[in-house]
């Protein structure tokens, strides 16, 4: 179906007009608003309604199709194709983010290996000399697609086993073992796919993935988790709030 959507233009800011338009339809899809499958209003209904020119609609629409949230048919129109992962930048865990957006999380438990760590990576988790750590890899599927390759580093006493994190989120798991996640460092950054993530995430080599570097500390200070994930560019991205001082 054509679905028309509500947005707001404010031809006073410097923002583009086609930037602010399309940030209006990728706000209507994280909403869910639109889905996959529908169609957007024809460029000239669009351009008389909101009282744009039809160069500007395409601009706008063409931002989105390079995104891949949109694709363009022929004898179609302009089609949702997916709804893209919006994820603030807060202290919270994927699985967690995934069920309360309605996405229905999946996991497929890649490695969960038991042993000491190199020098490296026990004092990145502060362990001492002769501590097991516990290094899980998953793949994470938000309505049956790849979304999001994750590594963790954990202490081994204080780790989920293997089949609970299968079913559910590492945090939720944590939580259950009464460690309770207070502060995190996180680095946001992007990489070109590897060979394995391509396969993995079906995505092709070289293509551009988010990435994530995360240390988590409890409340008493303790570092609890190391993890290092990378995301499908084209599904997810992350959000926060700048404010002045």
């Known amino acids: 179906m054509t679905t028309p959507i509500a947005v707001e233009l404010d031809r006073s800011t410097p923002v583009p007009l086609y930037h602010q338009l399309a940030q209006a339809i990728e706000a209507a899809i994280v909403r869910g608003d639109l889905t996959p499958g529908d169609r957007l209003e024809n460029e000239l209904d669009m351009a008389s309604r909101l009282k744009l020119s039809r160069p500007t609609i395409r601009q706008a629409i063409q931002e989105l199709v390079d995104k891949g949230v949109v694709v363009r048919k022929r004898g179609v129109g302009t089609q949702v194709v997916q709804n893209p992962v919006h994820r603030s930048v807060e202290l919270t865990s994927l699985y967690d983010d995934l ?3 309605g996405m229905h999380p999946s996991t497929q438990l890649l490695e969960y290996r038991i042993g000491i760590p190199d020098e490296d990576l026990r004092v990145e988790l502060a362990l001492p000399v002769g501590a097991e750590a516990v290094t899980v890899k998953r793949l994470r599927m938000a309505g049956g697609e790849p979304l999001a390759l994750m590594i963790n580093h954990l202490p081994a006493d204080i780790c989920p086993p293997a089949g609970e994190l299968e079913n559910g989120g590492l945090y939720k798991g944590l939580r259950g073992r009464g460690v309770h ?21 079906s995505e092709e080599v070289g293509a551009p993935l988010l990435t994530m570097q995360r240390t988590a500390f409890d409340d008493a200070g303790r570092v609890v988790e190391v993890g290092r994930h990378a995301y499908r560019a084209d599904r997810y991205f992350f959000e926060t709030t700048v404010v002045d001082r």
């Open 181 to 201: 996640i207070r502060l995190a460092r996180q680095r946001i950054g992007a990489k070109a796919a590897d060979a394995d993530e391509a396969s993995l995430l």
């Open 99 to 101: 069920s309360s957006a």
